[in-house]
């Protein structure tokens, strides 16, 4: 079986200020891991995307995600936080052999001037 | 506009009405896949395309739900005898031949079941 935790519902940070979004997998086989974002009226856009060649991945707009399998982590980061980054995140696990993405629960995140 | 288009994007029904919503995938994007999505949670899978073949169906994909993908390309989702509990976003994604797990996204229908 497999699944994605997120371990935070709702982020806050300020402007300027780095982002940290937390993912935890549970795959019994190795996964192919991505993080999407939603922003209000809008379709789900890949952000970056994982599939064991390196284990930090950089992706649009300045994110990067760490897969640490010791941790069973995929954790996003960003170093400084814009206000055009506010929207909805959300940690994705594909198991190999399968199309269905398995979705977590998401993390709103929120920007403040 | 080259991406995953969705029609319409927003449906109020009555309950026990039929609806049908249609999706439109990336040009020469072999696999399309369906999703739902409630409010406050991440999408859940449906089910799955490749070409004309309906290769998956989940456990969610109850027997009043049926998709069809006739030509390999657009797709419909229909719901039959709707139900307040159906009031979700679907959601319709694509991806190409040999591209790997990664889906590109459309916006999505918005259905409202009153």
């Known amino acids: 079986a497999q699944s994605v935790t997120q371990l935070d519902s709702h982020v806050s940070v300020s402007e300027g200020t780095p982002v940290l979004l937390r993912c935890n997998y549970s795959s019994s086989y190795s996964p192919s891991l991505f993080w999407y974002v939603q922003h209000p009226n809008k379709g789900l856009q890949l952000l970056l995307k994982y599939t064991s060649a390196a284990t930090l991945v950089k992706g649009i707009n300045g994110f990067e995600a760490e897969f640490k399998k010791s941790e069973t982590s995929f954790h996003l980061t960003k170093p400084s936080a814009h206000m055009s980054d506010a929207a909805e995140y959300f940690c994705v696990v594909s198991l190999t052999g399968r199309r269905a993405l398995t979705f977590g629960s998401g993390t709103r995140l929120q920007v403040q001037p | 506009d080259t991406g995953v288009s969705q029609d319409p994007r927003h449906k109020i029904t009555k309950r026990g009405q039929n609806v049908t919503f249609r999706c439109d995938p990336i040009s020469e994007h072999n696999r399309l896949y369906w999703y739902r999505q409630t409010l406050g949670q991440g999408p859940e899978f449906l089910t799955y395309?490749?070409?004309?073949?309906?290769?998956?169906k989940s456990r969610l994909l109850s027997d009043r739900f049926s998709a069809e993908r006739p030509k390999g390309s657009f797709s419909t989702l229909e719901i039959q005898r709707t139900e307040q509990g159906d009031s979700a976003m679907y959601l319709c994604a694509s991806s190409p031949p040999g591209g790997g797990d990664v889906q590109y996204f459309g916006p999505g229908t918005r259905l409202t079941v009153t």
């Open positions: 395309f490749q070409n004309e073949a309906q290769l998956e």
